[in-house]
Nanobody, 121 residues
Framework: QVQLVESGGGLVQAGGSLRLSCAASGRTFSTYSMGWYRQAPGKEREFVAGIRWTGDNTLYADSVKGRFTISKDNAKNTVYLQMNSLKVDDTAVYYC??????????????WGQGTQVTVSS
């Protein structure tokens, strides 16, 4: 099993920035990828960004390209999501996720509890 703990959510004004962190523990060696999803009230959960533990391969949703940056610290088993130029539409619960299906898959198997991000106008 892999445990994921998110932190860094909060309330910010539109145009501001937040950085989310996700600390992974447990059988992290079994995972290939980490990612972030989000779910806004009344909407389905959607993919935000992903990163491989090995190499520099990243993937972003079109809605966050150029504003959000996903990064990692392998030594700390931690992944970050730097969110800049935040919009009201970015308001959601953000979930950290980890995948164990191989180095070419962007499917995920483990989920954190989520952290709330609220962007005010």
């Amino acid at each position: 099993q892999v445990q994921l703990v998110e932190s860094g959510g909060g309330l910010v004004q539109a145009g501001g920035s937040l950085r989310l962190s996700c600390a992974a523990s447990g059988r992290t060696f079994s995972t290939y990828s980490m990612g972030w999803y989000r779910q806004a009230p009344g909407k389905e959960r959607e993919f935000v960004a992903g990163i491989r533990w090995t190499g520099d391969n990243t993937l972003y949703a079109d809605s966050v390209k150029g504003r959000f940056t996903i990064s990692k610290d392998n030594a700390k088993n931690t992944v970050y999501l730097q969110m800049n130029s935040l919009k009201v539409d970015d308001t959601a619960v953000y979930y950290c996720t980890a995948g164990r299906r191989g180095a070419t898959s962007w499917q995920f198997d483990y989920w954190g509890q989520g952290t709330q991000v609220t962007v005010s106008s």
